[in-house]
């Protein structure tokens, strides 16, 4: 009798506390989690291929690796503040701004002497992770927007529009048209409102339009400015770029519909082609490439991923180890190989993998890009409060794109927003 | 002793019920009351420090913010599929409440958008309302919508939310057809036919006698779409994370992303007070009118 | 077509009534089936993808009606894709199992609970009955907060059983199941309690015995509601993702550098097809609503 009652007791308590207890097993091995940001499935066998060459040299270390996607910020935050912070996080220019404001992130020189980190990498990508003189992100690879320009060769030909008449970014606008008219498909998708960062704000720079003044202050609202907003207001109005680009981010609507033929342009990093090749070869063999058009201004902007330790890490040592080894440059020029990604290091640009006489488009974009570290420039430094100040202006360009505000007034807006937070 | 035993047995029984209801329902609700009062973000949790007092600052910070404001509106809004859900499953009830040949399949068949998973229906519904999709495809068949005018349901800011409330009216009607089914099966059967033999018509009957005797059903459906409707989050989190323009941004999607992308507890706490508070209200409400309610034949 | 309700006798009807109602019958079908339209297109429309080959052609496009709707190539090939690629099989055990341990706690819970709340008299009955209901009407909306943050002060947070734990004790569990124990004749107690039997062995040898069927349903509702469940998975593992059920898996499918469609619905029939062959199966229990569950 007493004796079920107590079995009852114990039964449920012990189910209750299953879990509570985790199972303490000594470990030898010290592990780090190592995030990465929209790289798998594709990259699955570079990345594991580098976490095995490290595990090897250093067999008292393992790499757990998760693949992130459009929740990263939020995990990363989220793990950090709930005690279960992972160890290398690969970040991008604005959101490890907003890291190092919200203080989240060690200065990788506690990690690392500065001489080496100067010695490997090009002076201008280290200083995109660099606040207030303190640098806090490891370069990885890098990309640059203008980079090359891959184009369906047929559908040019159908809309009678000759890609050497393609110089600037209102030739490539124009082209746009004609063959949105001639052909039905689209021509090249702009970046307008990426959920990451304040893809508008680019535009501005490469015409050559002042974003902040001396002292920090936003100023991009002068009738110039919202000329040009106005511009691409009414390039969307005319269904001439897909309503989508408010959702979704470009890249990932360029990638859908050039591969069905439905768009004409790809602008940028060539990694695309990949996809492209795999998904639909009568499309990739109709793919030529060339130099990317520019706006006003003739720079070109770009920018490099970063890995990043969190300060609750608790393998610091460990995880330096491995960003060093992630970003060095065997490492980068073999994934420049895999997919024609920018490298960060100085060295790679005399590496003989990138010397090609070859016809296959992936071939000569990896050439094109792969000597351009030096290049890369984001053109303008991420503002304080990143994340609040961006998402508001995100907010006023889609305004302004749906016909809610004019766009000058969505430019006041974002301005009177930005200069009240961003301090 | 044997009275003490027994007593002893079924607490013991009742034991791991109590421990889990306490621990992640009941004490939930109250700690979320005294959170609502504190600072409590993720520099504090971090540092292992537990909230701080602030009285009412969280309420201020948040009733002020206009995106609060813009949520609960929103919030709202989506009670409007309360009444069109509520009517047309009960109507839908009525309909396959009779013994006709595979009428058994067809209840089936309504039921299965409420075992679909809202990662499912965001999956299907996002190329169903997509720009070149289903829906623009059949307006244009049907020659309401030209080609040029077609736009993406989800994208465009005027019709975003409504789109996603036809998402929950969809996964919803065939649940409380059900409910409504179960109130329409404890009519007897006499009393229909006893007025039909009176003389009244279908309609008739439907008014002065189904409606009256499902009351405390139309009731108790009522109040769970209610409050189904002004803690929409799930929704708005698969669709459109509260774009485009913070169009479908509800207030609970806001507690949500005040606790989880900014980590602040303590103004999340205060939001969800709020959301609280109105559904009480709204709980009120729907009992007196539901119970007040003259039926008109 | 007999109608089955006790209709009083009637003199044969006039030859018009009856082609009426022969019209009135199609009329009646014809509505059930706009209804059924509505209700299943969206599912038929993805299992219509999900069976596209996509190779056949250059480009195949999801919008190109009517022809997605009735894929002329039929190939298994997305599914296997899909879940190579994505090693959707991690994703699978993971729903399988936090279903399971949903399911089998649920049931151990409620019908250990139910039991004395409907057959034992004891001090404090009432009182434990009145705080179990009241969790119905308590504002819930924003637990989740705290649930996490108790979860990571349990040190479970990113574990099946932080997933599992909160979810286990329901009121509308232990109501079914007290209703379902109610219903059981007091004689057969009686006579097991002369017997000499104590009352956990009533429970286990004559209660849930008898109530197999009640178990059945709220087994079969519990799955259903722990396969799909979406937000509270992919909160309390948002420090874990290995341990995600396919339901917060396969939103991922949609935001993947190399998105195809096609994939996508080869995930979401891989997801709904389980949960179909479960209602099929016991359709019964999901039409008669649980009896006593909306009665309380």
């Known amino acids: 009798m007493k004796k079920s009652v107590k079995k009852v007791a114990l039964v449920s308590l012990a189910l209750i506390s299953t879990g509570l207890t985790s199972s303490a097993f000594a470990q030898q091995k010290t592990q780090i989690e190592f995030w990465t940001w929209y790289l798998s499935p594709k990259f699955d066998n570079f990345i594991k291929g580098v976490i095995a060459d490290f595990e090897k040299q250093n067999p008292n270390i393992t790499v757990k690796w998760l693949d992130k996607q459009d929740t990263i910020e939020r995990d990363f935050q989220a793990t950090i503040a709930l005690g279960q912070a992972p160890d290398v996080v690969n970040l991008w220019n604005d959101s490890t701004a907003a890291a190092v404001q919200n203080n989240l992130l060690v200065p990788i020189t506690d990690l690392t002497p500065l001489s080496t980190l100067n010695r490997l990498y090009y002076s201008n990508v280290l200083n995109i992770f660099k606040h207030d003189s303190k640098f806090y992100g490891y370069p990885w690879y890098g990309y640059v927007d203008q980079g090359v320009m891959m184009y369906n060769s047929e559908l040019l030909q159908k809309a009678g529009v000759s890609i050497s008449r393609i110089r600037t970014l209102d030739d490539l606008l124009n082209a746009s048209k004609t063959i949105k008219d001639k052909t039905g498909a689209y021509g090249w998708l702009p970046p307008v409102s990426d959920p990451n960062g304040a893809s508008f704000l680019a535009y501005f720079y490469l015409d050559g339009l002042p974003i902040t003044n001396a002292s920090g202050q936003a100023v991009f609202n002068s009738p110039t400015h919202a000329a040009l907003l106005q511009k691409y207001v009414d390039l969307m109005k005319g269904d001439y770029i897909p309503q989508d680009l408010l959702r979704k981010e470009a890249f990932q609507v360029t990638n859908e519909l050039y591969s069905q033929g439905k768009v004409a342009f790809m602008v940028g990093g060539p990694q695309s082609l990949n996809r492209v090749r795999d998904s639909n070869k009568d499309i990739y063999s109709k793919t030529k490439i060339t130099s990317a058009p520019l706006g006003k201004a003739k720079v070109q902007t770009g920018g490099a991923f970063s890995l990043v330790i969190p300060r609750a890490s608790k393998h610091q040592k460990e995880a330096a180890l491995f960003a060093l080894f992630m970003t060095n440059n065997v490492n980068q020029v073999k994934f420049a190989n895999v997919v024609p990604i920018v490298p960060t290091t100085k060295a790679a640009k005399n590496d003989p993998s990138f010397k090609t006489t070859s016809q296959d488009p992936i071939e000569i974009a990896t050439a094109r890009v792969a000597g351009t570290g030096g290049l890369i420039n984001p053109g303008f430094a991420s503002p304080k409060n990143t994340d609040v100040v961006y998402k508001n202006f995100n907010d006023n360009i889609q305004a302004a794109f749906l016909g809610r505000k004019t766009a000058q007034q969505a430019l006041n807006d974002a301005v009177t927003f930005w200069n009240a937070n961003a301090k | 002793m044997n009275k003490t035993r027994t007593t002893l047995t079924a607490y013991a029984m009742l034991l791991p019920a109590l421990v889990l209801l306490g621990v992640f329902t009941l004490y939930p609700v109250l700690y979320n009351v005294v959170l609502s009062f504190s600072k409590y973000t993720a520099l504090e949790l971090g540092a292992g420090k537990g909230p701080s007092w602030v009285g009412l600052e969280n309420y201020q910070k948040v009733f002020s913010d206009p995106l609060y404001q813009t949520g609960i509106v929103n919030s709202l809004k989506y009670l409007v599929v309360v009444p069109i859900l509520q009517i047309f499953s009960l109507l839908v009830a009525v309909l396959v409440n009779r013994s006709l040949p595979a009428i058994a399949f067809f209840r089936a068949g309504y039921y299965i958008p409420v075992i679909t998973s809202i990662s499912l229906a965001a999956v299907m519904w996002e190329w169903v309302y997509a720009k070149d999709g289903m829906i623009n495809a059949a307006l244009q068949g049907l020659g309401v919508l030209s080609k040029t005018s077609a736009f993406g349901w989800l994208i465009n800011e005027n019709t975003a939310l409504w789109a996603i409330m036809f998402v929950t009216f969809w996964q919803g009607f065939g649940y409380y057809m059900v409910l409504y089914l179960a109130g329409l099966q404890s009519i007897p059967t006499e009393l229909d036919e006893a007025a039909r033999l009176d003389g009244a018509t279908k309609t008739q009957v439907f008014w002065k006698i189904t409606v009256p005797l499902m009351k405390p059903t139309l009731m108790i459906c009522s109040l769970l779409s209610t409050l189904a409707a002004l803690r929409v989050l799930q929704e708005i989190m698969v669709f459109t994370g509260g774009g485009p323009v913070n169009s479908t941004y509800t207030a609970l999607f806001y507690v949500y992303s005040k606790a989880f992308k900014e980590f602040d507890y303590g103004q999340g706490a205060a939001a969800g007070m709020g959301v609280a508070l109105i559904g009480f209200l709204l709980s009120y409400v729907n009992y007196r009118l539901t119970r007040d309610q003259q039926v008109t034949g | ?296």
């Open chain 3, 1 to 296: 077509m007999i109608a089955k309700t006790r209709a009083p006798e009637r003199t044969r009807p006039a030859p018009r009534v009856r082609a009426l109602s022969v019209l009135g019958k199609v009329g009646t079908y014809a509505l059930l089936t706009v209804i059924l339209v509505f209700a299943v297109f969206p599912f038929l429309w993805t299992l219509a993808i999900s069976l596209t080959d996509k190779t056949v052609s250059n480009g195949v496009s999801i919008y190109d009606f009517p022809a997605s709707l009735f894929p002329r190539h039929l190939t298994l090939n997305n599914f296997t894709d899909v879940y190579k690629t994505f090693s959707l099989g991690k994703y699978v055990w993971n729903s399988v199992v936090i279903s399971t341990l949903t399911v089998i706690g649920t049931l151990f819970v409620a019908s250990l609970a139910a039991y004395p709340l409907a057959r034992i008299r004891f001090p404090g009955r009432a009182i434990i009955l009145g705080i179990i209901l009241s969790t119905l009407v308590l504002p819930s909306e924003t637990s989740f907060i705290v649930n996490v943050l108790t979860l990571r002060n349990l040190g479970i947070l990113g574990t099946y059983a932080g997933v599992v734990l909160p979810v286990l004790a329901t009121a509308f569990g232990i109501f079914v199941m007290r209703s379902a124990y109610l219903a059981i004749p007091e004689t057969l107690l009686e006579a097991a309690r002369l017997d000499g039997a104590t009352e956990l062995q009533i429970w286990w040898r004559i209660m849930l015995p008898l109530s197999v069927p009640t178990l059945t349903a709220l087994a079969i509702f519990t799955l259903v509601g722990s396969w799909n469940d979406y937000f509270w998975p992919s909160l309390a593992l948002i420090t874990n993702e290995d341990l995600q059920p396919l339901a917060v898996a396969v939103l991922k499918l949609r935001g993947q550098f190399n998105y195809d469609p096609f994939n996508i619905a080869a995930g979401a029939m891989i997801m709904m097809l389980p949960v179909l062959v479960v209602f099929l199966a016991a359709q019964k229990f999901f039409m008669r609503g649980l009896d006593g569950a909306v009665k309380g």
